[in-house]
Structure formats: C-alpha cells, structure tokens
C-alpha cells in the first residue's frame, strides 16, 4: 500500500471545504488538522477575501525593512573636518 503524498495546498483546501460547512467546530476542525485557531481562522479569512488561489504559500518576506544608518559622528567628523597635507598637522587651536 503507497503512501498517500499530500501538499500543504491540499491540506488548506480540504480545511476549508469542511469549515464552510454547516454546524461545524471550527475549534475543533483545527484541532484535527492540527493547526492553531489563529491560523484556522486566518486561513479562512483568505479564502473569503480570493478563491482556492489564495490558499497557496506566501512570501514570508517583510514588506518594508527598516534601513539603519550606516555612518556615525566620529565618522560624519572625518567627512567634514579639513584635511591636512601630507606630513602636516592640523593645526585645530585658534591663536
């Protein structure tokens, strides 16, 4: 006897054709399919907002990303500070 091979689609799918019928736990339908209820109810959330299409994996990249600044004041003050010719000293005290 072969194994029976089923995809995360498939499982989604069979999920949510139980939920939507009558008189059923969903509760307890996640339970069975062993999902939490957050995800269950997540699940069937999209399949209302599309069809069967919507069941399919998402990319779990985030949508923005937060880019930190690459420089620092010690190197903002190497930028801005006049440079001195080669073997001279700045000389950074007033007369």
């Not at 029976?4 to 009558?22: G, H, I, P, Y």
């Not at 736990?25 to 999209?46: D, E, P, Q």
């Amino acid at each position: 006897m072969p194994w029976n091979e089923t995809s995360a689609v498939d499982l989604r799918r069979e999920f949510v054709t139980l939920a939507r019928c009558e008189d059923v736990n969903i509760r307890g339908l996640c339970r069975r399919f062993g999902i939490s209820a957050k995800t269950g109810y997540k699940l069937l959330k999209r399949f209302a907002q599309g069809d069967i299409e919507a069941l399919t994996d998402r990319s779990r990249r985030p949508c923005r990303v937060r880019i930190k600044p690459i420089w620092h004041w010690s190197s903002l003050y190497l930028i801005c500070a006049p440079s001195a010719l080669p073997g001279e000293v700045a000389n950074w005290q007033s007369d």
